[in-house]
């Protein structure tokens, strides 16, 4: 599958032949909550209804707004997600994001891609998504 991009452009997704989908934001952008939004919005629309493991590459992204991070609380297709960054503003961002909001789903912080990849592999298979 070729990577969609997101609304607003600042962003691509796809579902790779692993069956984890990849996110990947453009360098040097500041992440709103519209921009997250878009993503889920893409996300949910690839996975048709059933949930995967996530991987965000997010090791350039310049900053997250205030808004973005409350919005990362909302429900997506990710059945797990592993945010991979590089740098101490990286994990900072990522630290921030997970200690002090209620996520979703399971959400970790990696320097490492094999790291994600292999966490992101320890869940469960793709799995409906049961609408409440």
Known sequence: MEPIVVDGGKGTVKL????II???WRPGI???SDDVLAAMATVNEICGGSEYPMLVDMGTTKAVTRQAKSTFQIRCA???IALLGSSPVDRIIANFTIDRQVLPCPTRFF???DGALDWLLQGDSPTPILES
């Open 16 to 19: 790779g032949a692993d069956g």
């Open 22 to 24: 990849h996110l990947s």
């Open 30 to 32: 500041v992440l709103e």
């Open 78 to 80: 990710a059945s797990r």
């Open 111 to 113: 320097t490492s891609r």
